[in-house]
């Protein structure tokens, strides 16, 4: 018979250097410090519920504290955030709040910890059909070195991505990331992302093959397999596992919504010994489900731990009360959620405003001139954001801005109209009004396979003098390199007609662009093509307003060539510009004032979401992480009227995330010009 020898730390608990009673609310204290049954550490799994603004951070931060001064060894501790910035930060914050020696505790994201596990162990690696066995100093691929490494794999494989409309590297790995992320088949993801390659269903399938013996013959790993492989080999390995799981005797998850299957699993395994999990998040703030989260980790956490506790954290440090009561009462529409009511600590505010806009030209006045106004009220521009569902819903928006010298920058990147995608169809339309372009011809030039500057120098020379003559393109030419010359067949009929017609409107010619010839290019280029094409479309929406070809083109280079002054502000101290975000990119963030615009059904919430139950419920989580990132004024404004290029557009219906909410909830601020309304 086996007895049991209870080993005891070195030193006791030491005296608290912590009032955590006078630190924390009594919601963040009763989780910070919750003990066994039999008030010991051994504090068994829990659920920490925290809401938006309630501190999260602040709970787990305290939480490793306690374990720490109440005898918990730092090397018995394992942390697992979704970015090294917030690891570092929480354990910056511990190791401000205690005179211990924390650095032995087990920060980082999963990645971070997962390979920190393979650099001991990779040896050890469920070895897959007979593939070649990885070393412990294994290279990591990044995305780049995955595209190349794929790409190398479509070469030996002898697959002409251009020739066979097959997808190219950066595209591949955009697709098996998400079979591995969502853990959906090949079949599935093709079918629901990448509809278009569902017919390359089995080469895909066997290039992937191909791809794994290649990174194991090259000992690398690439980002996703650092997850699946640690997870494969505690699974598979009883004296690793049993080894991990000894050591942490305590494991805390941040933002535990946002895990995927695999990261659940992990987390399972690590903590099944000792069973001291705790896990923070807010399934209301579960919004990524395309990149692999799975909501349902947090909702079924108290059916997988049937003895879990539930700390719930609703008191509220950020926003003022009547922006609290419209936010509790928008959530309120989802069906599966863990129930919660935000509690304001500040007091007073007047209601979130609700603006109805003739268009989305009048909705971006309104804003750019509000903004004027707060900025004048003392609130500093850095202290402003606009939010939206969709990055092509601030066009308007950024024309207004630009218009009035309003400095902006955009958390998601390239001004819209800086983007690729953009910049490209543009081109069409600049050949198509000037045939003296010689940067649009050479830049539509370059989207042929193997043509680069030298050849598009050649080619320019060769075909300019029939553009400057009014004579059509040659369709066929020996000057296109043999790779290049059916999709140069594309653009030279594309370019032949828009050259043509009269009058030449934006909005047609755009259309025209994408359907002949750039979205078939979109479709191998980018792994967000679905995203680019659409971006597209509104670009031939917002093209309506503008009578001719040529006012289209002036407007786009006013907004175009900024990225440099977008990075200029960023890098200043000094300058203070306006946020754009999606509210994707918003969570986390706080601002004074917040304008969420585009509030109208088929933009927010966004028509391909509404397909299913779960598409919507997501959607009304964007609206309440939309919403709750306001600390002192919100701005809630739709379009009356929205153009589109497909049918000519259409009067809107405000979005069903506002209907449902109490009108006493908001006030509705009218519109109008000098001398009447409009």
Known sequence: MTQEYVLRPAHDAQ?????????????????????????????????????????????????????????VLPARILLLTF?????????????????????????????????????????????????????????????????????????????DTRQERFPKGDVLAD??????????????????????????????????????????????????????????????????RERYQEQFMHVLVDEYQDTNKIQADFVDLIASKH?????????????????????????????RYTDARVFKIEVNYRSLPPILQLANDAIKGNVRQFAKNLQPVRTGGGKPWLIAA??????????????????????????????????YHSMELQMELTRRNIPYVI?????????????????????????????????????????????????WGKFHPLLASGKPLLVTSDAIPAKARDEWRKIA???????????????????????????????????????????????????????????FLSQLALLTNLEAEDASLVNSSEQEYVRLSTVHQAKGQEWRAVFVIGLCDGMFPLARSLDNLEG???????????????????????????MSSADGGGFQRLSRFLEEVPKEHYQQLALRYPGGHW
């Not at 098996?176 to 992320?181: D, E, G, H, K, R």
């Not at 259309?511 to 191998?524: I, N, S």
């Open 175 to 240: 697709i098996y990331s998400l079979m591995v992320n969502t853990e959906r088949p090949l079949e599935r993801v093709l079918a629901e992302q990448y509809a278009y390659f569902a017919n390359l269903t089995g080469r895909i399938q066997t290039l992937r093959a191909v791809y794994a013996e290649r990174k194991r013959k090259a000992n690398a790993m690439d980002y996703d397999d650092l997850l699946v492989n640690c997870l494969s080999l505690l699974q598979d390995n009883a004296a690793v």
């Open 83 to 159: 970015t090294n910035k917030a690891a570092r930060e929480m354990l910056r914050r511990v190791e401000g709040l205690l005179p211990t020696d924390i650095s032995t505790i087990w920060g980082g994201t999963f990645h971070h910890v997962a390979n920190r596990i393979l650099r001991r162990h990779a040896k050890l690696v469920p070895n897959v059909s007979g593939l070649a066995d990885y070393e412990n100093d294994f290279t990591i691929l990044d995305r780049e070195d995955s595209k190349d490494m794929l790409d190398a794999c479509l070469t030996e494989a002898k697959i």
């Open 493 to 551: 009929v594309v370019l032949n007609q828009l050259r043509k017609l009269e009058p030449k409107k934006p909005a047609p010619m755009i259309e025209h662009a994408v359907d002949e010839f750039y979205g078939g290019y979109l479709k191998v280029k980018y792994p967000n093509a679905r995203a680019r094409e659409e971006d597209l479309h509104q670009l031939a929406s917002f093209g309506m307003q503008f009578e001719t070809l040529e006012d």
């Open 275 to 303: 069973r001291n999990l705790m896990v923070v998040g807010d399934d209301a703030q579960s919004i990524y489900s395309w990149r692999g989260a799975n909501y349902r980790n947090i909702l079924s956490f108290p059916e």
């Open 411 to 459: 958390t998601s990147g390239l001004r819209f109209f800086e983007q690729a995608h953009v910049k490209d169809v543009s081109c069409f339309l600049k050949v198509a009004a000037n045939p003296h372009d010689e940067l649009a011809f050479k830049r539509i030039l370059r989207l042929l396979p193997g043509i680069g500057g030298k050849t598009a120098d050649k080619l």
């Open 15 to 71: 005296d608290l250097h912590i009032n955590y009673a006078t630190e924390l609310n009594a919601q963040q204290l009763a989780a910070v410090t919750a003990r066994g049954a039999d008030d010991t550490l051994n504090s068994g799994p829990m659920l920490v519920i925290a809401g938006a603004g309630s501190g999260k951070t602040r709970t787990l931060t305290y939480r490793v504290a306690w374990l720490v001064e109440h005898g």
């Open 616 to 642: 919507e419920e997501e959607e009304r989580r964007l609206f309440y992480v939309a919403v709750t990132r306001a600390k002192d004024e919100l701005y809630l404004t739709y379009p009356l009227f929205r």
């Open 358 to 391: 003739s268009d989305a030209n009048q909705q971006s006045q309104f804003i750019a001139q509000r903004i004027l106004e707060l900025r004048d009220e003392g609130v500093p521009l850095t202290e402003l954001a606009v939010l939206y569902r969709a990055h």
